[in-house]
């Protein structure tokens, strides 16, 4: 039901989700655009919050967290690297614009935005690339487990333990990624 659907008709070998996400997730956006507009209307510009130090260090815990997922998950060449990157590069996007606008001095809005240029926005940057990097190397990978086995889903995750991925620099300084699996090579 909320699987992923492997198109054996397809040439490619796509996978396909199911029917109801395309419909489900269209309506969910849509269905926000006059709730965002009903909340420019009627918020107030300014708000006092109880707990706000607690709600702060736990968004910035939940970063930690994420961060330290993305180092195991690619020390462990874990396939969960590209969502894990992902996820902590949408944090630190958030944590960014949430620190510029919540500034309440101009020394704190000048902190904000050196944090966000100098920090923030370029390891989310860094992130993406780290996940878009896992995802080719994961669909690869995917592509040579089925070709290996006849078109057969495998139950075990076609990463093994034996994968290495490694993000190279080619010599005109341009980056691409590069997977190797013994396992399958033999």
């Known amino acids: 039901m909320t699987g992923l659907h492997f198109d054996p008709r397809s040439e490619t070998g ?13 309506l969910a956006g849509i269905v926000l655009v006059p709730w965002i507009l009903f909340l420019i209307r009627s918020l107030p510009s300014t708000h006092a919050a109880a707990h706000w130090d607690i709600a702060w260090a736990g968004f910035d815990l939940a ?10 998950a690619a020390w462990r060449r874990s ?10 590069a949408a944090l630190l996007v ?27 926005l370029p390891l989310a940057v860094l992130l993406l690339l780290i996940a878009r990097d896992a995802e ?12 290996v086995t006849g078109g057969r889903i495998e139950e075990q995750h076609p990463l093994g333990r034996d994968l290495e991925a490694h993000l190279l620099v080619r010599g005109d300084g341009r980056r691409w990624a590069e997977a190797r699996d013994e396992q399958l090579a033999e």
């Open 63 to 72: 970063l930690a967290l994420l961060l330290l997922g993305v180092a195991i």
């Open 14 to 26: 796509a996978w396909r989700p199911a029917r109801w996400v395309v419909p489900l997730f269209s």
């Open 136 to 147: 080719r190397i994961l669909a690869g990978v995917s592509a040579s487990v089925q070709r």
């Open 94 to 120: 958030v944590d960014a614009w949430f620190d510029i606008l919540t500034s309440s001095s101009r020394v704190e809005l000048a902190v904000a935005i050196a944090e966000a240029a100098l920090a923030e």
């Open 79 to 88: 396939p969960w690297l590209e969502g894990a990157a992902t996820a902590a």
